[in-house]
């Protein structure tokens, strides 16, 4: 068979590498819809959880949270286990050295050979997402809709030698509808799944852009069928009223956004290779979370500190906060994040990054003269290049989004200045 990776686009069709692709079509398919239902299912029983714990008493606001991050450390922790493993135990059973709370990392190192996707493991994980995300830790959606969407179609190409060679196109189209359920934008699905295996050195090929694409779209369609509404999406509709102050907006807001989530991506980071004892971390880290979540239930009100971050968009949306409050709820939010992950928590850090980003945006709208939606949207496309490092992603949602062109051209190039400065710190991994 024809090596569509090594001829990449140069090479004239033929017949071997039409069938080539064929499969790939085929596998990004049926990966993308089983990988985006069951994903779908996934969200919206945890929409339905962080529905019901978002309308209790403060108190509870506070404490579920780290109840949640002691669940998902008992479970990785204590269920899990290390070693070689047994078919019966092929569940539970982390390789020496691995990072049990880090579904991320599993999706990056396993770009491009996907066959060594370790969706055995999703079941456990699944339990520790449903209690960090569900019970409303500072952590998202993305990485376990990645994850789990990746999971299933591994899992539906590993039933045996025929089915094998379905199984990459089927992981990217899982991964890629997964994505694309929960943003609702199904560039944002393809461009996730493809720019975050680059830094597994996958490459921009045929063969992988095809069923991205595909599990994309599915993952589109799904998402209208069943409505999904976990995160909304700020769109930008007043576009600024001059090239002086576009100019100004991208530089200001690209550069703090920029800043900030680079910042809180790099204590992530250190959160999740801090090599302390599983206790130790827990302690520590629901001691931060737990006082982050104090200080923005002062500052700010209950619902901003609970969830991934919707509920703070939504009080710098209602409230006329002034700026420097808004950039106290900004890093209280980063704060309650990097601690939610090194505590042991089993999510994301997109999502958050949208919230932290687009309130750093709405800094600056006052004294610039914007939009609180323009700078919002600018924020949380700058959040996305600046702090998850994805900026063809943040593009992709930028123009799903949608807005006056004006508006949308102002949110891109936030995403150039925020890009380059997260380049700038001096803790980037």
């Not at 994505?179 to 493809?194: D, E, K, Q, R, S």
Request: glycine letters at 16%.
């Amino acid at each position: 068979m024809a090596d569509v990776r090594a001829e990449g686009w140069t090479q004239p069709p033929s017949a071997v590498q039409f069938r080539h692709l064929g499969t790939q079509a085929l596998g990004g398919l049926m990966g993308g819809l089983v990988g985006g239902a069951f994903v779908e299912a996934v969200i919206a029983l945890l929409k339905r959880v962080l529905d019901f714990f978002a309308g209790q008493a403060t108190w509870v606001l506070i404490v579920v949270p780290l109840v949640g991050l002691s669940i998902a450390t008992l479970v990785l922790e204590r269920i899990g286990r290390s070693g070689v493993s047994r078919p019966a135990d092929a569940w539970r059973t982390f390789p020496p050295g691995a990072i049990r709370r880090d579904i991320t990392g599993n999706v990056v190192d396993t770009a491009g050979r996907e066959e060594t996707f370790p969706w055995q493991l999703a079941p456990l994980r699944l339990v520790a997402i449903f209690a960090t995300v569900g019970l409303g830790a500072g952590m998202g959606t993305e990485a376990p809709a990645a994850y789990l969407g990746i999971a299933m179609g591994a899992c539906l190409g590993d039933r045996g030698r025929r089915w094998r060679r379905l199984l990459r196109p089927a992981a990217l189209g899982g991964g890629a509808a997964g994505v694309a359920v929960l943003m609702g934008i199904p560039l944002v699905g393809t461009g996730y799944v493809l720019e975050i295996g680059r830094r597994n050195g996958a490459p921009y090929s045929a063969e992988r852009v095809l069923p991205a694409l595909i599990g994309g779209g599915v993952g589109w369609l799904i998402n209208i069928a069943y409505d999904v509404q976990l995160i909304r999406l700020v769109v930008p509709h007043e576009p600024p009223a001059s090239l002086r102050q576009a100019l100004i907006t991208v530089c200001l807001i690209g550069a703090l956004s920029g800043a900030i989530t680079s910042l809180a991506a790099s204590a992530v980071y250190l959160g999740k290779k801090w090599q302390a004892s599983a206790l130790i971390r827990l302690g520590l880290g629901a001691l931060i979370a737990g006082a982050a979540s104090i200080a923005l239930c002062v500052v700010a009100e209950p619902s901003a500190a609970f969830g991934p971050g919707g509920g703070a968009i939504t009080w710098a949306e209602t409230h006329a906060a002034p700026p420097l409050t808004l950039l106290l709820v900004d890093l209280l939010r980063a704060a309650s994040t990097a601690a939610a992950v090194s505590a042991g928590g089993c999510g994301g850090v997109f999502v958050p990054f949208l919230a932290i980003g687009d309130i750093a945006g709405r800094v600056f709208a006052p004294g610039l003269g914007v939009g609180n939606d323009l700078a919002g949207a600018a924020g949380a496309a700058g959040g996305i290049a600046g702090g998850y490092r994805l900026p063809l992603t943040a593009v992709a949602m930028v123009l799903g989004v949608g807005g006056p062109p004006t508006a949308q051209l102002t949110c891109l190039g936030v995403v150039l200045v925020a890009h380059y400065a997260s380049r700038l710190n001096p803790f980037a991994s």
